[in-house]
Antibody, heavy 124, light 107 residues
Framework: QVQLQESGPGLVKPSETLSLTCIVS??????????WSWIRQPPGKALEWIGC???????DYNPSLKSRVTISIDTSKNQFSLKLNSLTAADTAVYYC????????????????WGQGTTVTVSS | DIQLTQSPSSVSASVGDRVTITCRAS??????LGWYQQKPGKAPKLLIY???SLQSGVPSRFSGSGSGTDFTLTISSLQPEDFATYYC?????????FGGGTKVDFK
């Protein structure tokens, strides 16, 4: 079965750029069946959708973050990545990579596979 | 963006209770809604997709209903392992959005 694993630094300084990678095992990212997503959760708060990418490289972003975020995909390495720049303390959160199945016959299948999450702290 | 409003934000219940959580969308989203359960320190887990379809492996005490703007997650008989926070998410359009969450704790 498909497993997702986030990797990246746990501590980043304000104004710097966060880079996270999600390694996909047990399945391929090079398929039209899924969107590959990033979702975050600040301490004690609700889930926030950051964005997602399709295997073609087409991406959608949360408008509140769009000016600072880039999601990319590397089908040769079977992974996808997140870059978030100009970090502030408000970006401190658990970051999840996740898989959302694309709609089929008018059914929203939701996010069915999640990574374990990685805690990112923005502090000097 | 489509806003999702969950109510209540928290509910205290006992084992065996019937628990109902509501999610209201700021505009119609047909049945493009999912429900998730999250326990402390863990990733969310998909319970319901398509507003009312049970994800594989999820106990049948969980059920979902609704379409358009009003949706409900029901736990028919609360079990000890169900104490958690629940979120709804819309899949009608990008950006995807989540509700604010409903925490189910011990009465």
């Amino acid at each position: 079965q498909v497993q997702l694993q986030e990797s990246g630094p746990g501590l980043v300084k304000p104004s710097e750029t966060l880079s996270l990678t999600c390694i996909v095992s047990g399945g391929s990212v090079n398929t039209g069946s899924y969107y590959w997503s990033w979702i975050r959760q600040p301490p004690g708060k609700a889930l926030e959708w950051i964005g997602c990418i399709y295997y073609t490289g087409s991406a959608d972003y949360n408008p509140s973050l769009k000016s600072r975020v880039t999601i990319s995909i590397d089908t040769s390495k079977n992974q996808f990545s997140l870059k978030l720049n100009s970090l502030t303390a408000a970006d401190t959160a658990v970051y999840y990579c996740a898989r959302e199945r694309t709609m089929l016959r008018g059914v929203f299948y939701g996010v069915d596979v999640w990574g374990q999450g990685t805690t990112v702290t923005v502090s000097s | 963006d489509i806003q999702l409003t969950q109510s209540p934000s928290s509910v205290s219940a006992s084992v065996g209770d019937r628990v109902t959580i509501t999610c209201r969308a700021s505009q119609g989203i047909r049945t493009y809604l999912g429900w998730y359960q999250q326990k402390p320190g863990k990733a969310p887990k998909l319970l319901i997709y398509g507003a009312s379809s049970l994800q594989s492996g999820v106990p049948s005490r969980f059920s979902g209903s609704g379409s358009g703007t009003d949706f409900t997650l029901t736990i028919s008989s609360l079990q000890p392992e169900d104490f958690a926070t629940y979120y709804c998410q819309q899949g009608n359009s990008f950006p995807r959005t989540f509700g604010g969450g409903t925490k189910v704790d011990f009465k």
